[in-house]
């Protein structure tokens, strides 16, 4: 846990810092496109530490077998899915 949260709280930080440098560009045509790009990035790490922090700190007692399966599978198809779309989605050549 401690791992997993210094980690998250590391890219919060990172992301907290790109933000507040984006609010400093004068134009906004410039903060629109780095919001938007920023904002494709921070979904997928969004969903990917909602679902480990979803694993870690549920009940024990509680049976959630189908629900465990959906985070799973989100956890291990769809972020790594996504991650490579995303990045070729930013790529000028794919565009």
Do not use: D, R
Not at 8 to 17: A, E, G, H, K, Q
Not at 46 to 72: A, D, H, M
Request: proline share 4%; glycine share 6%; aromatic share 12%.
């Amino acid at each position: 846990i401690i791992l997993g949260m210094g980690s998250f709280l590391l890219v919060i930080l990172s992301y907290c810092l790109i933000v507040t440098t984006i609010l400093k560009i004068q134009g906004s045509a410039g903060k629109w496109k780095a919001f938007s790009t920023c904002s494709s990035y921070l979904a997928i790490v969004g969903l990917f530490y909602s679902t480990i922090i979803y694993t870690y700190t549920q009940p024990t007692s509680t049976p959630l077998e189908k629900k465990n399966k959906t985070v799973s599978i989100i956890y291990t198809l769809v972020t790594p899915t996504l991650n490579p779309l995303i990045y070729s989605l930013h790529n000028k050549v794919i565009k």
